[in-house]
């Protein structure tokens, strides 16, 4: 019986030896787990709480005076006027740490009523109806109510709500007048222009237009009545309308001159063109009529000159135009001056064999298809109003290959013999 009580009092001894060890082993860890927490975050706060604008110190991170922190990040990048939350590290004591700073607003913003009065129609900021707005977040205005009515005259009283990033609103109540906008905008500048034909105008240029009301008022100009081709006065017109209704207008007076001698471009020759058909065509004339009349034109009135310029047909057709003296290029490109000024369909062709002479005509289709259009006088005469291409070849051939060009290179062209009498 005593040697059974006195194992039963070692096992007794040895478990409580073994619970003391467990204990120390237990009491060691939360220990070292304490001294731990001590080391590494004991010196700072983990989350650091600031108002919107305010600045972010070192101070604020640590939990006493004495500890040395120094950002890692560069707070000055934080955008401390925008709510959220941002990472900061630093070092404190010689080791790193970081924590979580919370930018909030909880401030309302604040602002002071601004009455307006306004014209009907004109769009209303709420904003500009509060004056001295403070937060320390941006803030936005907007009305409490979406269907206050601002088209009526009178006197409307309306709430205008404040809300800033951290969501708080502030509601200010104020007053807008809405009165009859009855001032017309102002149109400023235009004035009457000089031009030679052929000349671009820019009709804004110079012109403002300004209201009462309106920032962005569209200027409208009519110059519909304006012929760059023809000389003579014409009557442009300016309008402006403002959102109200109101509206203005200023006529000034275009003067197309003829144009200076030695100056020419496309408009300047078209018009000399239209001249000339003014004197040998008429309205009641066939397309067929007026291209003969143009062929004769050029035949009996350009004198033969046997050089030019011949890298422009434009500069070829001013000088046919006006000198009334030239070669086969003159002759060329006069009568498609005037054929372009009819509207006539014609195509430019180039000799292709040059070592005899160089040569040019047209291709001109007056409906029933391409022929061979010549205006150029040649020895011997001829006629060289609307051929076929086996026309134009007999002649060609019997005058050192005078018509020689790349068929292929051109419009299919009639094989039909044309039908017209001419003027012998």
């Known amino acids: ?24 082993e237990v009491g060691l860890l939360v220990l070292l787990s304490l001294s731990y927490t001590l080391i590494a975050g004991g010196k700072y706060y983990k989350k650091v709480i600031i108002q919107a ?76 109806l509060v004056t001295d707005v403070k937060d320390n977040t941006l803030v936005s205005a907007s009305f409490k109510k979406d269907d206050y009515d601002f088209k009526t005259l009178g006197e409307k009283q309306v709430v205008v709500v404040l809300t800033d990033l951290g969501l708080n609103k502030t509601e200010i109540e104020t007053s807008v007048t ?52 023809r000389p003579g006065d014409y009557k442009v017109t300016y309008t402006a309308a403002d959102s109200a209704g109101n509206s203005s207008f200023e006529v000034i007076k275009v003067t197309v001159k003829e144009p200076e001698e030695g100056v020419y471009n496309e408009d300047i020759v078209a018009y000399l063109a239209e001249k000339v058909l003014d004197q040998i065509t008429t309205s009641d004339m066939t397309d067929t009529q007026k291209a003969y009349e143009i062929y004769k034109w050029c035949r009996n009135n350009i004198a033969y000159v046997n050089t030019s310029d011949k890298d422009d047909w434009v500069k070829g057709a001013y ?9 086969c290029f003159i002759y060329f490109s006069t009568a498609k001056a005037m054929l372009n000024a009819l509207g006539l369909d014609n195509v430019d062709i180039v000799k292709s064999d040059t070592s005899h002479s160089a040569h040019y005509w047209s291709l001109l289709n007056l409906g029933t298809g391409y022929y061979h259009y010549d205006a150029t006088p040649r020895k011997g005469g001829g006629q060289f109003f609307m051929l076929t291409d086996e026309e134009l070849e007999a002649y060609s051939s019997a005058h050192n290959n005078s018509h020689i060009f790349e068929s292929g290179n051109y419009p299919e062209r009639a094989t039909g013999k044309f039908d017209i009498a001419y003027d012998k």
């Open 178 to 229: 809405i009165a009859e906008d009855k001032e017309p905008p102002v149109i400023t500048g235009a004035q009457d222009i000089e031009v030679n034909i052929g000349d671009t105008i820019a009709y804004k240029d110079g012109v403002s237009v300004s209201d009462n009301l309106d920032n962005n008022i569209e200027l409208q100009i009519d110059n519909s009545q304006v012929n760059m081709k």
């Open 319 to 327: 000088q046919g135009l006006t000198t009334r003296k030239g070669d």
């Open 1 to 24: 019986m005593s040697t059974r009580k006195s194992r039963a009092a070692k096992m007794r001894r040895f478990r409580k030896m073994l619970m003391e060890v467990i204990a120390f």
């Open 53 to 128: 604008g305010a600045p972010v110190k070192e101070e604020l991170f640590k939990k006493k005076d004495k500890y040395d922190l120094a950002f890692i990040t560069n707070v000055a990048e934080i955008t401390k006027d925008v709510p959220g939350d941002y990472e900061v590290e630093f070092k404190i004591d010689g080791k790193e740490g970081k924590s979580k700073l919370k930018v909030v607003d909880t401030t309302k913003p604040s602002g002071t009523a601004n009455p307006q009065t306004v014209y009907n129609g004109a769009e209303i900021d709420p904003m500009s």
